[in-house]
């Protein structure tokens, strides 16, 4: 999979902390998937207090995405393959 920044992408919180980015998964989406520090998205580790909550909304991933020197922003991407992988490891 590609660089998050190849993709059609959007910023829902800019520099938001764990406890933030979970509430606000929880709070706005039905599906939820906690998932530990380090697991992969993008082929990107997400960082964060664990569980980390990722959200799922049609083909949409939402989460917490890490840049170095820039912060923690929640994102909003389609990415159907890592949809369907997060549904397959809550089965």
Same mark, same amino acid.
């Given at each position: 999979m590609g660089c998050l920044e190849s993709l059609k992408y959007e910023? +829902? @919180?800019k520099n938001a902390s764990s406890? &933030?980015?979970? #509430?606000?998964? !929880?709070?706005h989406y039905d599906e939820? *998937? &906690?998932v530990e520090a380090?697991?992969?998205? +993008?082929d990107? *580790? +997400?960082i964060g207090i664990p569980p980390i909550?990722?959200?799922v909304e049609g #083909?949409?991933?939402?989460?917490?995405?890490?840049?170095p020197?820039?912060?923690?922003? @929640?994102? !909003?991407?389609?990415?159907?393959e890592e949809v369907e992988r997060l549904r397959k490891r809550s089965k």
């Open positions: 910023i +829902l @919180l406890k &933030e980015s979970g #509430d606000f998964i !929880r709070n939820v *998937h &906690e380090g697991y992969k998205i +993008l990107k *580790h +997400l909550a990722v959200g #083909d949409y991933v939402i989460f917490p995405y890490t840049k020197c820039y912060g923690t922003f @929640l994102v !909003r991407v389609a990415v159907p």
